[in-house]
């Protein structure tokens, strides 16, 4: 697949763990994903980049260096793009849980994208900030409560490689109000929301990139590539991300943003990740057949692998 070159306006851009022990989450990540890493100094909180194929694909930050942004800084799952009906995975959220992921979405402005964020009900936690010469961040809490980030590209882009394995090729949502979440990221990233026809499920949409006679602040545009998981986004109707129902019933799960993961073989991957000290939360297809996996890392955070057919070898690949 084509290395990106820019994201559009609401388009999925990064993600980034937030761990009490960067260390160890290195050495689950190395084993299970394949990634090296490159480390940043003090100016930049000693964040670090995980790599692949010479690409930044993710990032990992200590907990408590703030609610930067990415680009800064699951029993009834698989049903569609990727986790389906959450069965809770989020559980705990920032207090319950030592570590957990972050997702990023593309603005032009994120200054803007600030106010927008207050206007629809979201809370501003952290920015607008400069990230030295990189890019500009905010980091919000959405209404519903799930954490996600904002990133106005600079001199870094985002995810080097996207739709790959070892790199992020999708995002879920998993909220109890729909509409007040779809609401909020419409009128925040211009993004319009749709059924998505790989789920077969009521419940599940995505959020797609507007099309061109939209005319929304954001705007989008790219190279058309596909739509759906595993698929760089570019294009104007473009599928970014899912958004599903948090599982009934479990009163303590808190609403939150899932990153996915490309794998060559996700039932491999699945078994390192196992002995590697993982919690397999679901283990299966999704709705396009694809194997697909949620797990819990050793510290808890939670993220999905997603098997990307045809994508030629490489070596280490996972």
């Excluded at 790599?51 to 049903?79: N, P, Y």
């Excluded at 809770?88 to 593309?106: H, K, P, R, T, Y």
């Excluded at 803007?112 to 009900?121: K, T």
């Excluded at 980030?149 to 999708?170: K, V, Y």
């Amino acid at each position: 697949m084509p290395e990106p070159v820019s994201y559009p306006a609401g388009a999925l851009c990064w993600a980034d763990l937030r761990t009490a022990d960067p260390v160890a989450a290195e050495h689950f990540y190395a084993a299970v994903l394949g990634w090296s890493y490159l480390r940043t100094g003090p100016a930049y909180d000693h964040y670090g980049y995980a790599t692949w194929q010479r690409h930044m694909v993710a990032g990992i930050a200590r907990s408590d260096t703030g609610e930067r942004s990415g680009a800064a800084e699951a029993s009834d799952a698989g049903k569609a793009s990727g986790a389906g009906e959450s069965s809770g995975a989020g559980e705990g959220g920032d207090g319950g849980a030592e570590a957990n992921w972050i997702v990023s979405f593309a603005t032009r402005s994120a200054d803007a994208l600030a106010d927008r964020v207050a206007a629809a009900g979201g809370e501003v936690r952290h920015g607008p900030e400069d990230f030295g010469v990189l890019g500009r961040t905010v980091a919000a809490v959405d209404p519903e409560g799930a954490h996600v980030g904002f990133w106005q590209a600079r001199a870094h882009l985002g995810a080097g490689l996207f739709g790959e394995p070892s790199a992020l090729c999708w995002a879920e949502l998993a909220v109890r109000d729909t509409g007040r979440a779809d609401r909020f990221y419409e009128a925040v990233l211009g993004v319009h929301v749709t059924a998505h026809d790989a789920a077969g499920e009521e419940h599940y949409a995505a959020f797609r990139l507007p099309d061109e006679s939209a005319g929304h602040t954001e705007g989008a545009s790219g190279t058309p590539a596909g739509s759906g998981p595993g698929i760089a986004p570019g294009a104007p109707g473009e599928a970014v991300a899912g958004r599903t129902v948090l599982a009934a019933g479990r009163p303590g799960a808190e609403p939150f943003w899932m990153p996915y993961f490309g794998a060559r073989d996700a039932p491999r991957t699945v078994d390192v990740a196992r002995r590697e000290g993982a919690t397999v939360l679901y283990e299966g297809a999704n709705g396009q057949g694809r194997d697909v996996a949620v797990l819990r890392d050793p510290q808890g955070a939670v993220f999905a692998v997603l098997e990307i057919p045809g994508t030629p070898a490489r070596p280490g690949t996972v």
